[in-house]
C-alpha cells in the first residue's frame, strides 16, 4: 500500500506561480514512478507530468511543457510540480499517483489539491 497526500494548491493569478508537493509513505518511494494529473470541472482527468523512480527521465503534456516542471526528492519522499506561468485553463484538482511497476499504469492515486487560476 501507499500513501499519496497532496499539498500547495491555492488560488493565484493568472502568470504566477505554484508548487504542489505529493508526500509518500508505505512502500519505498524510490522503487517507483510517480505523475500528476489534473481533471477540470466537467472533463475528463489528464496527465501532467512523470518522473521516472530516479529523476533521470521526465515527460510532460504538450500544454505544460516549458512552463510545469517535475521532480522528486527521494530522500524526503515526496514529488513536486512547479507550475510556472500559470494560466486560467491550468484551472483544476491536481492529482499525484504512483506506478509501481514502470507500465504507465497507476496504482495509487492521491485525494488532490484545487488549483485555481484566477484571469
Known amino acids: 500500500q501507499v500513501q499519496l497526500v497532496e499539498s500547495g494548491g491555492g488560488l493565484v493569478q493568472a502568470g504566477g506561480s505554484l508548487r504542489l508537493s505529493c508526500a509518500a509513505s508505505?512502500?519505498?518511494?524510490?522503487?517507483?514512478?510517480m505523475g500528476w494529473f489534473r481533471q477540470a470541472p466537467g472533463k475528463e482527468r489528464k496527465f501532467v507530468a512523470r518522473?521516472?523512480?530516479?529523476?533521470?527521465?521526465?515527460y510532460y503534456a504538450d500544454s505544460v511543457k516549458g512552463r510545469f516542471t517535475i521532480s522528486r526528492d527521494n530522500a524526503k519522499n515526496t514529488v513536486y510540480l512547479q507550475m510556472n506561468s500559470l494560466k486560467p485553463e491550468d484551472t483544476a484538482v491536481y492529482y499525484c499517483?504512483?506506478?509501481?511497476?514502470?507500465?504507465?499504469?497507476?496504482?495509487?492515486w492521491g485525494q488532490g489539491t484545487q488549483v485555481t487560476v484566477s484571469s
Open positions: 499517483a504512483a506506478d509501481m511497476s514502470a507500465t504507465s499504469t497507476y496504482d495509487y
Open positions: 508505505g512502500r519505498t518511494f524510490s522503487a517507483y514512478a
Open positions: 518522473i521516472s523512480w530516479n529523476g533521470g527521465n521526465t
